[in-house]
């Protein structure tokens, strides 16, 4: 049986996987042209242990849910961006 995700100040940094940033996916839930939702792989497995939401479209990490063990179930629910704040993206140009 799993245990409750722990939560911590937003001043304590995540535990994760490893320490490589590779983003396998950002999206834009509302369509207000910022990310709302990070999904990255942190030891290069190429499966997601962290996951970043921006819950309230100020562009800004709002929660952190790291999976360390990846089965699938959060072990470490975090306000804000647990010390791991994402990449700023270029600018892009729609058409």
Known sequence: M???PE???DTETVETRGDERVELLRADTNNDGQTDVWVVDTDG???ADLFQFDTDG???VDITMVD???DGTPDEVVDGDG???P???P???QV
Do not use: R
């Open 2 to 4: 799993s245990q409750a």
């Open 87 to 89: 990449e700023q993206l």
């Open 91 to 93: 600018p892009t140009v």
């Open 45 to 47: 497995d190429g499966k």
């Open 58 to 60: 100020d562009g800004k």
């Open 83 to 85: 010390g791991l704040p």
């Open 68 to 70: 360390i063990d990846e």
């Open 7 to 9: 939560s911590v100040t």
